[in-house]
């Protein structure tokens, strides 16, 4: 792998939060299985067996589980060092040898040139300080042509009063770092940076907003 790390560190109050609630999150079903299914299959029309995968904020690697069989490589980082000791052991359980779990923040790495075919950030964006340098790093790291998927709750379009409860609850510790942004901010963060918008699609009211773009050729 090529991907370098800079000087700069995770943030350690972020990782402590994902890694406090780490192995409650890795029992916890899934919330609505058949949107997470639809969103597999939508990623998977995009994929090939020769592709190489970056995916940021994995949490317990159960998405770059289940696409592995479907690509050549993934490399899959998280802030929280419990949540990828959980994904490797899932790994290791399931005989996948072909992901790469590592922990490192979206914010501390830097991608020497483009190189992946894909990059997945799910559930992520609206939990980052700066989603426009993580959108801009995906950018530098995708090749031509490369795929940037995305599903992030915009909370703005229907929750503003997080604007109001998240400074709180990250100060007390009860909530991690929460961004408050609508659907036409995320959009417009996407494209802004240079991606085209392949596809999107909200499974309803309050849901996360599921973004396929691309780095054109
Ligand atoms: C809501 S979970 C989503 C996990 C997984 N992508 C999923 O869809 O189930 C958010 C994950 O992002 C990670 N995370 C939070 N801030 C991060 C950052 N700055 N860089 C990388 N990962 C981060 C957390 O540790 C956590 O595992």
Not at 42 to 69: D, N, Q
Not at 153 to 162: E, P, Q, R, V
């Amino acid at each position: 792998m090529t991907v370098t790390h800079s000087n700069r560190l995770a943030t350690p109050r972020s990782a402590r939060f994902w890694d406090r609630i780490a192995s409650r999150y890795a029992k916890r079903p899934v919330a609505d299985e058949a949107t997470y299914q639809k969103k597999l299959q939508m990623t998977r029309e995009f994929l090939k067996p020769h592709m190489k995968v970056f995916e940021f904020g994995c949490g317990t690697g159960s998405t770059a589980l289940a696409h592995a069989p479907h690509v050549a490589h993934i490399h899959a980082t998280d802030i929280s060092a419990q949540m990828i000791e959980i994904a490797k052991s899932k790994a290791g359980d399931a005989g996948i040898q072909n992901v790469e779990f590592e922990q490192a923040s979206i914010e501390s790495i830097a991608a020497n040139s483009a190189q992946y075919d894909v990059v997945l950030g799910l559930s992520i964006l609206h939990l980052l300080d700066n989603r426009d340098a993580a959108i801009a790093a995906v950018y530098d790291m995708l090749e031509p042509g490369g795929i940037f998927v995305s599903s992030t709750a915009c909370l703005g379009d229907h929750m503003k009063i997080f604007k109001l409860i998240a400074p709180l609850g990250k100060f007390f510790g009860v909530l991690p770092t929460l961004s408050v942004f609508t659907t036409p901010n995320l959009i417009e963060s996407i494209e802004d940076t240079g991606f085209e918008i392949q596809a999107k699609w909200s499974p309803g009211k309050n849901k996360s907003l599921f973004i396929i773009a691309r780095k054109p050729l």
